[in-house]
């Protein structure tokens, strides 16, 4: 009888232990996300490039021509908006600003900036006597990783209300901060590219008159199974 009647209160606590983790866990359903606890900063920022051109100078220089190809390639890969070169107008070197604009919107381009999105434009230099430099810029965003909370100020084994402790999931935050490539992609996806009209109404037109609507594969196209593993 004893035994009986200590077998029946065991399972009637078990159950409450239960019973109370289970409260606990459906509590925990409305937690903020990781995302949400330990968001990442996007800010906008402005790059900007000057390039020195004095009084009769015909062509750029080793130095600036790397320097261009860098900032091209980092407008190319971060870049939003238009990428606005800006001439000098009014001092010494206006004739020669006037030529090398055109030198470097060509390199820009070759370096994989759509002409459409080179915007040209012109500012009075301050000293008629002085040499301004042409001044390329563009708008990127930079992302700031979240401030991590060190272990050693948290308590890990005591977790009464089955929340996380503080630091959960930041470190993947500060993670993701410093490894992507465009942080504007944390504010919302990208805007899709245009279907390619010609390649669809070939496919439909393959597709009405019962023909494959894939493109051919060659051999070397084809996955071989090895027979290692036969």
Not at 166 to 174: M, P, T
Request: charged letters at 25%.
């Amino acid at each position: 009888m004893k035994l009986r009647l200590a077998s029946t209160v065991a399972a009637s606590a078990l159950a409450l232990i239960a019973g109370g983790c289970a409260t606990k866990a459906t509590e925990g359903d409305n937690l903020p996300t990781v995302a949400d606890t330990h968001k990442i900063a996007v800010t906008r920022a402005d790059e900007r490039l000057e390039v020195a051109i004095g009084a009769g100078d015909v062509a750029l220089s080793a130095e600036e021509q790397a320097s261009i190809q860098d900032f091209a390639r980092t407008y190319v890969r971060q870049g939003h908006g238009a990428l606005v070169m800006s001439a000098p107008a009014g001092g010494a070197n206006a004739d020669s600003a006037r030529i090398m604009s055109a030198d470097v919107r060509m390199r820009l381009a070759g370096h994989g900036v759509p002409f459409a999105a080179i915007a040209a434009s012109t500012y009075e230099a301050a000293d008629k006597d002085a040499a301004p430099p042409l001044i390329l810029s563009f708008t990127r965003y930079d992302a700031t990783a979240p401030e991590c909370a060190p272990l050693w100020q948290q308590d890990l084994a005591h977790a009464h209300d089955n929340k996380p402790w503080a630091s959960f999931g930041c470190a993947q935050q500060a993670n993701l901060a410093a490894m992507i490539s465009d942080p504007r992609d944390l504010l919302g996806p990208r805007p899709e590219d245009p279907r390619d009209a010609a390649r669809r109404a070939r496919v439909l037109e393959a597709y009405r008159q019962g023909q494959q609507t894939h493109a051919e594969r060659t051999n070397d196209e084809r996955v071989q199974v090895s027979d290692a593993i036969k």
